[in-house]
Each structure stands twice: as C-alpha cells, then as structure tokens.
C-alpha cells in the first residue's frame, strides 16, 4: 500500500523560499509519476509539479520558472523547491503520485490522474 507524509511547510515572508519533502512507501516499482499540488480553503485542487520515472517533468503556469520539482529514487523521496514566494502561492500543498502514468507537456497533468495521496503540508506566506 502507497504511503506518502509530506513535510517541510511553514511560514515565510514573500520573497523567501521553502523546500517541501515527501517521504514515500510501499512502491511496488519504480514506475511511479510523483506530483505535487496545492489547495486553498474552497478552491479546487491546484496543479504545481510534476515528474514521472523517466524523469520528465511539468510545472503549473503559475509556478514556472520559481520551483523545481526533484527525487531521490533511492530513498523514495519527493521533493519540491519553492522560490521567491508570493502570497498567492500559500495554501495546502499534497504530494500524489500514481504508477505508470508518463507526462506529456500538451496533456499537463491533473488531481484526477493520481490515485495515492498524502495528508498536505500548510504553507502559509505573508507579506
């Protein structure tokens, strides 16, 4: 049975910068498609990063270029680098992750694509 326990939320000011950890268990293969997305109080479920075994990755639009989603396979790690944060960028954020599911950039990727999730990690980011 898949387990995920995210880590690593807090508090920052804008501007700052968070890594987000997701500890991973019960992987049956390593052909597994990790993601991360967040989610604000009455909003749906919101796309930030993803990357799938062969290594490729995708970004929500509203991240591009301040993240960089990364793994340790060894250690069945997941992991999300936030820079330059902005207030916008507060709320829950889940790890998921779903097997044998490949990324492809005209597709994007989705909650409904992911099985497994973890209990989310609050960022909160303030002014």
């Known amino acids: 049975q898949v387990q995920l326990k995210e880590s690593g939320g807090g508090s920052v000011q804008a501007g700052g910068s968070l890594r987000l950890s997701c500890a991973g268990s019960g992987f049956a293969s390593r052909t597994y498609c990790k993601a991360w997305f967040r989610q604000v109080s009455g909003k749906e479920r919101e796309e930030v990063a993803a990357?799938?075994?062969?290594?490729?990755?995708l970004y929500g639009d509203s991240v591009k270029g301040r993240v960089t989603i990364s793994q340790d396979k060894a250690e069945n790690t997941l992991y999300l680098q936030m820079n330059s944060l902005k207030v916008e960028d507060s709320g829950m954020y889940y790890c998921?992750?779903?097997?044998?599911?490949?990324?492809?950039?005209?597709?994007?990727?989705?909650?409904?694509?992911?099985?497994?999730w973890g209990q989310g990690t609050q960022v909160t980011v303030s002014s």
């Open positions: 998921a992750a779903e097997n044998w599911l490949l990324l492809h950039a005209k597709s994007g990727f989705r909650p409904g694509d992911f099985q497994h």
């Open positions: 990357i799938d075994s062969d290594g490729r990755t």
